[in-house]
């Protein structure tokens, strides 16, 4: 269940967002991911609560369903597949723009234009996308256990990325990086038209922690849901939560946060920029390889 909490929620957030948050909060952005963990928590305490006094499938719909009534319910019920398709379509689609990615930098082929882009793009259809989605799918089809033991092998790889990425920042980390710390302040002000600040940051990475709610499908395959389920969800909020401060802690520690705002690939620049090229090529793709572990928690999710 743990494995299930983390698996969807460090997902493209972590790789994408610990830039964006530094370009609005400065070096305070570790106090946004703080925020954001503890803002969740309180939403993961209710999910706790719930999932535990109503053990079976169907998560918040379920929830509204019994407390409110049915109206209520199905509002929610279908807010929710919404929810899982939209997370479920925009990761496929940022993973297959890391594979392109990948592929282009790393071996030199290039794929069809047509075949990586829907059409209002101007594309055909995004192929490496929709082959995901049917992957993860059939891999759901073969069995709750199968997936698990999938999920777990992903989540692996994702935490022995993050881990290598702060054991090797750690030593390159300058003290005069996290000063000042809070440049924009903590409320945040107006600036180029944009809210910057601790909070205007923590606004935006709040989408990396999306996911947790996913463990509370499961609620009726779990063997000791009142026990399990609250170890499962607060667990895999607490762990994800203190892997995101670690990692935004090492980047802007590593490097001044303006220079990790403008790049796209945060963590891997950071890597090359202190002399791990090849570290930095492997932390790139496990986001590759760990990234259909979000496609599966959330279509697991979806489909309860």
């Known amino acids: 269940l743990m494995a299930l909490g983390i698996g969807g929620i460090i997902g493209t957030g972590i790789y994408t967002l610990t ?9 305070g952005v570790i106090i ?33 369903y019994s407390a409110i009534g049915e109206v209520a319910g ?15 379509s925009s990761v496929a689609v940022g993973w297959s723009a890391h594979l392109v990615g990948w592929l282009e930098q790393g071996m030199g082929l290039h794929l069809p234009a047509f075949l990586l882009n829907a059409p209002h793009a101007g594309g055909l259809v995004n192929l490496p996308a929709v082959g995901v989605a049917l992957a993860v799918m059939g891999l759901l089809l073969l069995g709750t256990r199968e997936s698990a033991t999938v999920n777990i092998i992903l989540v692996l790889v994702k935490i022995v990325a993050l881990g290598a990425f702060i054991f090797l920042g750690l030593p390159a980390i300058q003290a005069g990086n996290y000063d000042p710390f809070a440049p924009f302040g903590f409320i945040g002000q107006q600036m180029g038209g944009e809210k910057v600040g601790i909070m205007a940051a923590a606004a935006i990475v709040f989408f990396a922690f999306f996911g947790f709610d996913a463990v509370s499908t499961s609620a009726e395959e779990t063997k000791n849901p009142a026990r399990d389920l609250t170890i499962g969800i607060l667990g895999s909020m607490g762990v994800s939560t203190l892997i995101y401060m670690l990692v935004a802690a090492v980047a802007v520690g590593v490097a001044p946060f303006q220079e990790i705002a403008n790049s796209a690939e945060p963590l891997p620049h950071i890597l090359r920029s202190i002399g791990y090229p090849l570290m930095a090529g492997l932390v790139g793709m496990a986001a590759i390889v760990a990234l259909p572990s979000v496609i599966l928690v959330m279509m697991y999710g979806q489909s309860r």
């Open 32 to 64: 946004s991911f703080a925020i954001c963990g503890l803002v969740c928590a309180c939403a993961a305490l209710a999910y706790t609560e719930m999932a535990t006094m109503i053990p079976t499938a169907g998560s918040a719909y379920t929830y509204t």
């Open 74 to 88: 199905w509002v929610v019920g279908w807010a929710l597949i919404l929810e899982y398709s939209l997370a479920c």
């Open 19 to 27: 830039g964006v948050g530094a370009g609005l909060a400065g070096p």
